[in-house]
């Protein structure tokens, strides 16, 4: 099971490595946020300039789209808080001395879960309960969980012994080395988590069009059942956009949330 | 229906989306490794490239599949060439990431005597390093295929080939009779691939891991 | 071949490696990391460089076979210019052995000890063959060894192998870079032994880094002492060294035990002995025993003399102060 474990051999987006020694440090390029203006820059030029037919017209109204927009950045921001809520302190508790036989099996569960496609989850959830906005959340926070559960772990685990207990001969209890040494020592491999998650749920979101819960990827999907390129190509470029702009404000959350010295 | 008997009954189209979906997946996989490898040894002594195209190849993971899936439409159609192409691209970060990792962290006593014997940088690559890497270098390929084993299902939102293809017709029969089981088959076939690939990486590591580093 | 020449004092025959004026400055660094540096190092001699921490004494080793380019000057190599060879073949014909040993992890010890043949182009049983031959020469079972792994081996075994790799195409030179550093001090004195005596019988030219001083004395002919700031603060026989240091520099570093080092190193049969059996109850020694094994002997024994044997005899005063004279570096060459 070790080997899953493996920073290096991690599966979820770049972010995971930077807690590595891939020199890999969350990047901050203003390239990034430069790109994604562009997308969208160009995007609405060639919306107001491009030919468009009717279907085309409405499914591109500026309107419209802010509405796609706001539905896609509710999905990913309720989904992430929730995860967050869940993940960190279900992952403390997790990592405590006496949840120690319960910790590989969730690991184990947490890796395995990367192998179940996302659209999966989505679907199979709509086929059970619902479709729409709250079971799309449903689907986001169970797929963005175990990024945030299995760094919250690993980056509890990995704390230098040495370091907690040195704590504990100067006289502090486990909650006080847990907040004043653990936590933030984990700091680091907890934020990459959460950047993953952040990372995974709006790509995830962009599947939510297929249950009803709205979000960008409606003007991917009608863009491929009406087969309109302007649609298509809108709907791509401003999730992709999107996806980039958040990834790098993630990036930059993260330079300034990790602790200093570390 | 129980869900056994739906897979029973629909074995032989299951088995064929099962190996299609593992087609498309090394098919990715294999061009990725091979672009992998390329562009880490290509680019040793052009340090700045090299992380421009790894900083490149990991933002492009943060791309929204289906985003990037259809994009490709227009240039490519629907159908296996977007699906192919859109999973090596995703592909190609791990292994590169591996890769680069891994022939820069060979021990640098072992890469100073093979120098000090007289070995060239090829002979060095080819000889001492890669040898040296190879482990880590699986590893990443075995991660990717693992990650592109899921993303595939996506490529049957743009008519791509695969396992997809059952959750989403699962999904547009919402409310038919054998709607759930259609789903269900999709995400467990496919999630018996990636277990599938991962034992079978598992054991290609075994084999092809230079004895003498597991002694 | 034409490039042949005859440096500074050696003859042309003599002198295997010459390095004249050769200087480095590290890109980036302000003060050169080897000083303009002449020294020619003759046929089957060994030359130990030692000095502080940082003193150029691997970058000097690394420059012979050119893993550190030059800044300025030559380095003669077998009478052809070192720097105007190919890098490649260059070392395939120079020994390198480092602290790290550097064994290939993924080879076993067979393979790392025929991999510079192989480079060479020669046949399997010709490799096969100096295999088994340097295996035993550097005191491994070549059976035991030659399929194991190098991770199977304990730290003075690696040390082995790399010098038996080095040793692989029976080049005329080895470079050494502190290559018992690394291992504990009763196995470093083993290693040090055997390997005197394996120069006693291959005299390959050797040029071997130390930061010990006691490592220098006991294995150089001659020895280079470089100070911290790069200076050649002398070149000379460790004799030499101990009775006659340059300046205070080499007084300090070769530090207060310098008397007894030298005990150490002179053998009973180069004193002035009194012909004859004078003395009766004087302990037999041979004349290659050291004054300090000597001296133990004698002592140990209650007694106050020893007969060397086809010597004479020697008091404990005789040897005491043939110790304590200091123009004595004519008795040692
Ligand atoms: N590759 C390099 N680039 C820049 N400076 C270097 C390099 N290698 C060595 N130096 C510098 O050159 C000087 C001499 O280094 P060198 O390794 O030759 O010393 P040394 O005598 O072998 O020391 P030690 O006993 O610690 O091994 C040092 O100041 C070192 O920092
Ligand atoms: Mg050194």
Redesign the interface.
Same mark, same amino acid.
Do not use: H, K, W
């Given at each position: 099971m070790t080997?899953v474990l493996?920073t290096?051999?991690?599966?979820a987006?770049?972010s995971s490595?930077s807690a590595?020694?891939?020199g890999?440090a969350p990047?901050s390029?203003p390239i990034?946020p430069l790109v994604a203006a562009l997308l969208v820059a160009g995007t609405l030029i060639y919306i107001k300039t491009a030919d468009l037919d009717a279907i085309e017209t409405r499914s591109l109204a500026i309107g419209e789209l802010l509405v796609r927009l706001a539905e896609h950045v509710q999905l990913v921001a309720v989904s992430t808080v929730v995860v967050v809520a869940l993940g960190v302190p279900l992952g403390i508790l997790l990592s405590r001395q006496a949840a120690g036989p319960l910790q590989a099996p969730v690991l184990a569960v947490a890796n395995?879960g990367?192998?179940?496609?996302?659209?999966?989850?989505l !679907?199979?959830l709509?086929?059970?309960y619902d !479709?729409g906005f709250a079971m799309a959340v449903v689907s986001l926070v169970v797929y963005a969980l175990l990024p945030v559960l299995r760094n919250t772990m690993v980056g509890l685990r990995q704390v230098d012994r040495s370091i907690i207990d040195a704590a504990r001969g100067m006289g502090m209890g486990s909650r006080r080395i847990l907040f004043t040494v653990e936590l933030p020592l984990a700091v680091p491999v907890m934020l990459a988590g959460i950047r993953i998650a952040l990372?995974l749920n709006?790509?995830?979101?962009?599947?939510a069009t297929?249950?009803n819960a709205g979000g960008?990827?409606d003007l991917?999907?009608r863009?491929?059942v009406f087969y309109r390129?302007p649609i298509?190509?809108s709907?791509?470029?401003l999730?992709?956009a999107l996806?980039?702009l958040v990834?790098w404000l993630a990036g930059v959350a993260e330079s300034r949330l990790r602790p200093r010295g570390l | 229906m129980s869900f056994f008997d739906y897979v029973s009954a629909n074995s032989e189209i299951i088995g064929f989306l099962l190996l299609q979906h593992l087609q498309v997946v090394l098919l990715a996989v294999g061009f990725a490794t091979a672009i992998s490898l390329g562009v880490a040894i290509g680019t040793e002594r052009l340090p700045r490239v090299r992380a421009a195209l790894?900083?490149t190849s990991?933002?492009i993971?943060?791309?929204?599949?289906?985003?990037?899936f259809?994009?490709l439409?227009?240039v490519f159609g629907?159908g296996v060439a977007p699906t192919v192409l859109a999973l090596t691209v995703y592909a190609i970060?791990?292994i590169l990431?591996?890769t680069?990792?891994a022939l820069e962290?060979v021990d640098g006593a072992v890469i100073d005597a093979a120098t000090g014997m007289g070995m060239g940088s090829g002979r060095r690559l080819r000889i001492v390093r890669l040898p040296l890497a190879w482990p880590?270098i699986l590893?990443?390929i075995?991660?990717?295929t693992?990650?592109v084993?899921?993303?595939?299902?996506?490529g049957a939102?743009?008519r791509g080939p695969g396992l997809?293809e059952l959750?989403?017709r699962?999904?547009s029969r919402?409310g038919g009779a054998n709607?759930?089981n259609e789903?269900?088959s999709?995400?467990v076939a496919?999630?018996v691939v990636?277990?599938l690939l991962?034992v079978l990486f598992?054991l290609i590591g075994k084999l092809t891991t230079p004895r003498g580093l597991h002694v | 071949m034409s490039e042949q020449s005859t440096p500074g004092t050696g003859t042309r025959s003599d002198v295997m490696i010459s390095l004249r004026d050769v200087s480095k400055r590290y890109s980036g660094a302000d003060a050169e990391a080897v000083r303009p540096l002449s020294i020619d190092i003759e046929r089957g001699e060994f030359l130990v460089l030692v000095g502080p921490s940082g003193c150029g004494k691997t970058t000097t080793l690394r420059m012979i076979n050119r893993l550190v380019e030059p800044s300025g000057g030559e380095i003669w190599v077998d009478g052809k210019n070192a720097t105007r060879v190919d890098a490649d073949e260059l070392r395939r014909h120079i020994g390198y052995v480092i602290q790290q040993v550097g064994l290939l992890p993924h080879m076993t010890i067979g393979e790392n000890v025929g991999l510079v043949p192989k480079l060479l182009g020669w046949g399997k049983d010709r490799i096969r063959q100096r295999v088994t031959e340097l295996l035993d020469l550097v005191g491994l079972d070549p059976d035991t060894y030659r399929s194991r792994y190098p991770k199977q081996l304990s730290g003075g075994q690696q040390q082995r192998v790399g010098v038996a790799r080095a040793l692989a195409a029976d080049p005329p030179v080895m470079l050494m870079d502190e290559p018992f550093g690394a291992i504990d001090p009763i196995t470093r004195g083993h290693l040090q032994d055997e390997f005197l005596k394996l120069q006693a019988r291959i005299r390959k030219t050797i040029v071997f880094v130390t930061h010990d001083i006691d490592e220098a004395l006991r294995l150089g002919d001659r020895i280079a002492i470089f100070d911290e700031n790069a200076r050649l603060a002398q070149l000379a026989t460790p004799l030499e060294i101990l009775t006659n240091p340059a300046d205070d520099f080499v007084r300090s570093f070769i530090g207060d035990g310098a008397a007894l080092r030298r005990l150490a190193l002179l053998r009973v049969g180069d004193l002035p002995a009194v012909p004859g059996v004078g003395i009766r109850d004087g302990v037999e020694v041979e004349p290659d025993e050291t004054v300090s094994a000597v001296l133990e002997k004698v002592l140990a024994a209650g007694s106050d003399s020893a007969v060397v044997r086809g010597r004479g005899s020697l008091t404990v005063q005789d040897m005491l102060l043939a110790t304590a004279v200091r123009d004595e570096s004519a008795v040692a060459t």
């Open positions: 080997r493996t290096r051999g991690d599966a987006p770049r490595a590595g020694t891939t890999d990047r390029s990034v395995a990367q192998a179940i496609p996302s659209i999966g989850i !679907v199979l709509a086929l059970l !479709v990372i709006v790509g995830v979101a962009t599947l297929y249950t960008l990827g991917i999907e863009g491929i390129m298509l190509l709907g791509c470029l999730t992709i996806a980039l990834d | 790894l900083a990991g933002t993971l943060t791309i929204p599949s289906f985003a990037l259809g994009l439409i227009p629907l970060f791990p990431r591996n680069v990792t962290t880590v590893n990443g075995r991660v990717a693992i990650m084993v899921a993303i595939a299902a996506i939102a743009v997809g959750i989403f699962g999904l919402i709607a759930l789903a269900l999709g995400v496919i999630v990636a277990l991962d598992l | -």
